[in-house]
Structure formats: C-alpha cells, structure tokens
C-alpha cells in the first residue's frame, strides 16, 4: 500500500532538506516511508505540471501524477540503481501520459465509428484587439497543437527548467534531437504569434 502522502510534520522535512534526490531515492528503495513523503514533496508538482502541460487538462494531471507515485512505490526496490532520479520520475509520468492519450484516441475512433458525420464545429476567430490574458490563452493553445515530441521538449524546458541533458534522458532521444524539437517548436510558436500580432515581432 502506498504511505500517506499528506500531514507530514516540520522535522521529517527538516530532516529531508540536506539529503540529494538520489540519497532519498536509496531510502525509499528500502522501504523508508518518510523518504518517499520527501520524495513526493520535492517532484509531485513538477509532475503535476508536466503532465498538465501534455494533457490540458487539471484532473487528468491530479489522476496521472498520483498513479506515478503509487507506481514508484509499488516498484520501489528498482530505485536502487536509478542513475537520475529525476528522469525516471518523469519517465514513469511520461509513459502513463502515453497510455493516456493512446486509450482516449482509440475511444474516440470507436465512438466516430458510430457517428463519423458529427464533427463540423469550427472555433471563433480571434478578437482583432487581443488583451494579455487572451494573448496567454492563445500561446497555450498553440502550445497544444504543436507536434506532440515538440510539445512535451517544450513543457519540459519551459515549464521545469530541465536541461536538454535531462530531457534527453526523460524522452530516451539525444540531445541534439532534444534541440531540434525545441527550436522547431519556437519557430513555429513564432510565426503564429506573427500572424495575430505582427506589431509584437521584429521580423528581417
């Protein structure tokens, strides 16, 4: 069963302050309930940000970032020979957002086996005079519709301040693909910004 993960008192966290991800990591391996409460305090958010970013959606992320703890716990004993504890974290939460999206795509192919001829809504067109918040609505919707590598390249960079090392790790690609995905993502960022709003962009 997976250890309470809320009400945790001032000195376990105290404790935990000092001690390296990887340190906490070796602890919870072992079995060490504090050391995986530690554990949950110093990624869960991160995860939960990640995965909202790939998903849009906040209960999805609250129901993914929970089911990769309990999957960390139930496998805790492999966290011995995790290298980066970090990576493999997300990589848990990437593999979960996958199966995710592979089971809602395959439900939504079934469901327009039944009513393929249902799907003829078109979204509004932007005001002309775009305020910050709606200029912010816009970036993240752009955001979503990027390719999916690129999109998750992006959330990991932009959202968590991952080095390309680490996105690398957590996406099983090289670093310089890592680049590639974030580059073309800006590109195309860009030019869609442009396209609204020509007067934001310097453009040669």
């Given at each position: 069963m997976?250890?309470?993960?809320?009400?945790?008192?001032?000195?376990?966290?105290?404790a935990e302050a000092d001690a390296s991800p990887q340190d906490i990591a070796r602890r919870v391996a072992d079995g060490d309930t504090r050391a995986f409460e530690a554990l949950f305090r110093l990624l869960s958010e991160r995860v939960f940000r990640y995965v909202r970013g790939m998903t849009g959606e906040e209960s999805t992320a609250h129901d993914i970032t929970q089911d990769t703890f309990v999957r960390l716990w139930s496998a805790r004993t492999r966290l011995?020979?995790?290298?980066?504890?970090e990576a493999y974290v997300f990589q848990t939460a990437r593999r979960l957002v996958y199966n995710r999206t592979r089971d809602e795509r395959v439900r939504r192919e079934n469901e327009a086996l039944l009513r393929p001829?249902?799907?003829d809504a078109h979204p509004p067109a932007p005001d002309d005079?775009?305020?910050?918040?709606?200029?912010?609505?816009l970036l993240n919707g752009w955001i979503?519709?990027?390719p999916e590598r690129q999109r998750e390249a992006l959330t990991l960079r932009r959202e968590e301040?991952?080095?390309h090392d680490t996105i690398a790790d957590v996406m099983g690609i090289s670093k310089?693909?890592?680049n590639t995905h974030i580059m073309r993502a800006m590109?195309?960022?860009?030019?869609?910004?442009?396209?609204?709003?020509?007067?934001?962009?310097?453009?040669?």
């Open positions: 997976i250890p309470l993960m809320i009400g945790v008192s001032s000195r376990a966290e105290e011995a020979d995790v290298e980066n504890v001829d249902d799907l005079e775009l305020d910050s918040d709606l200029l912010r609505d979503a519709d990027l301040g991952m080095s310089n693909t890592v590109d195309t960022l860009r030019d869609r910004l442009h396209e609204h709003r020509p007067d934001l962009m310097h453009r040669s």
